[in-house]
Nanobody, 115 residues
């Protein structure tokens, strides 16, 4: 069982930066691939970035070159560094940990980018 808590969201101007954090309690992150997802109003939830247990990363085309995902298993933390933010990045951002059929979601953190 893993409990996930996101933090670091907020209001930022276009071109600004934010760093999101996802903290895991319980069994921790080590066995899990972790992904950041986002959901804007009226749109489906989409994968933004993911990182495997071997630190292999994957990004949505819309954030490549601007966002960076990283993990620190010793601290049970996963981060999403977001640079050059755009108004279209506005969404609730969720952290998800999964291993095979098991997956866990956090409660989300709001990111709002003003133009």
């Amino acid at each position: 069982q893993v409990q996930l808590v996101e933090s670091g969201g907020g209001l930022v101007q276009s071109g600004g930066s934010l760093r999101l954090s996802c903290a895991a309690s319980g069994s921790g992150f080590s066995p899990y691939t972790v992904g950041w997802y986002r959901q804007a109003p009226g749109k489906p939830r989409e994968l933004v970035a993911s990182i495997t247990t071997g630190h292999n990363t994957n990004y949505a085309d819309s954030v490549k070159g601007r966002f960076a995902i990283s993990r620190d298993n010793a601290k049970n933390m996963v981060y999403l560094q977001m640079n050059s933010l755009k108004p279209e990045d506005t969404a609730v951002y969720y952290c998800r940990a999964n291993a095979g059929p098991k997956y866990y979601w956090g409660q989300g953190t709001q990111v709002t980018v003003s133009s």
